[in-house]
């Protein structure tokens, strides 16, 4: 039997990250996990996060125990395992060796769009909760360890072309696209977690990709979050210049 193909697909909130994660869990092949290592980031970091102790009870709390189940046999013996990941719940001496062991792709949207986002359901947000400075040691990490950048995938692009981007990430994963990532039921799953009531009504709803979204215009960001998206630019633009698919 060969061994399963787990994937680990790295964003930052407020992103197409559960769209995603439905247009995977909409094939036939395989599993999927929603943020492992919230529950682990919420306890390390002692941050005030909506539906805090409710998300620490539905998760192990130890970043090892979570590292053991990923490495661990598949949900329901699928071949394929995607696991989407938020890359600032990384905290200093978390375990990191596992992504090696993951096909890691990373998942991209330009700061201000992500921060409109954000404060809309936390009004407090700093550089660190958007997760740009982490997603960007975690792709240089993994560009280093196989000699060349792993997929970056821009969320933009695959609301503009779902098909077109969704094939060519499938192809630089190595793995088969299926028709079956564009559509999938509307409602609640099983496998969404305990933070969704707060966080997933707008994915509840979908039943698809929907169309591209007009960018937030910079000139009308509050100052301190255009300090902040000023910030995150650089990390944005290096992962930005590696993306696939759509142009």
Same mark, same amino acid.
Not at 35 to 44: D, G, I, R
Not at 208 to 220: E, I, K, S
């Given at each position: ?12 909130? /407020? ?11 909409? $094939?036939? +092949?395989?599993?999927?996990? =929603?943020?492992? &290592? ?70 991209? /949207? ?11 359901? $936390?009004? +407090?947000?700093?550089?660190? =909760?958007?997760? &740009? ?45 299926s028709d079956k990532m564009l559509a999938w039921p509307a409602g609640k799953r099983a496998t969404d977690g305990a933070w969704a009531p707060v966080w997933y ?8 990709f929907g169309p591209p979204r007009p960018p937030a215009r910079r000139d009308r960001l509050p100052t301190h979050l255009q300090r902040i998206a000023d910030a995150a630019r650089s990390h944005y633009e290096r992962l930005r210049k590696f993306k696939i698919g759509a142009n």
């Amino acid at each position: 039997m060969s061994e399963p193909i787990r994937i680990a697909m790295w964003s930052g909130p /407020r992103n197409i990250s559960t769209a995603m994660m439905r247009s995977f869990e909409n $094939r036939p +092949d395989t599993a999927v996990t =929603d943020e492992p &290592f919230y529950a682990s980031f919420l306890k390390a970091t002692g941050i005030d996060h909506p539906m805090r102790e409710e998300s620490m009870a539905s998760q192990p709390t130890d970043p090892h125990v979570i590292v053991e189940h990923l490495l661990g046999p598949v949900p329901g013996g699928r071949p394929i395992w995607y696991q989407k990941h938020m890359t600032h719940h990384m905290v200093d001496g978390f375990p990191r060796d596992w992504i090696a062991g993951m096909r890691n792709a990373f998942l991209i /949207r330009a700061p201000e769009d992500v921060l409109v986002s954000y404060v809309q359901k $936390r009004e +407090d947000v700093t550089l660190d =909760d958007i997760g &740009f400075v982490s997603q960007r040691e975690l792709f240089e990490r993994e560009s280093d360890r196989l000699g060349h950048a792993p997929p970056v995938v821009h969320g933009e692009d695959v609301l503009a072309d779902p098909r077109g981007t969704l094939s060519a990430l499938c192809a630089a994963l190595d793995i088969p696209f299926s028709d079956k990532m564009l559509a999938w039921p509307a409602g609640k799953r099983a496998t969404d977690g305990a933070w969704a009531p707060v966080w997933y009504a707008s994915v509840e709803r979908s039943t698809g990709f929907g169309p591209p979204r007009p960018p937030a215009r910079r000139d009308r960001l509050p100052t301190h979050l255009q300090r902040i998206a000023d910030a995150a630019r650089s990390h944005y633009e290096r992962l930005r210049k590696f993306k696939i698919g759509a142009n």
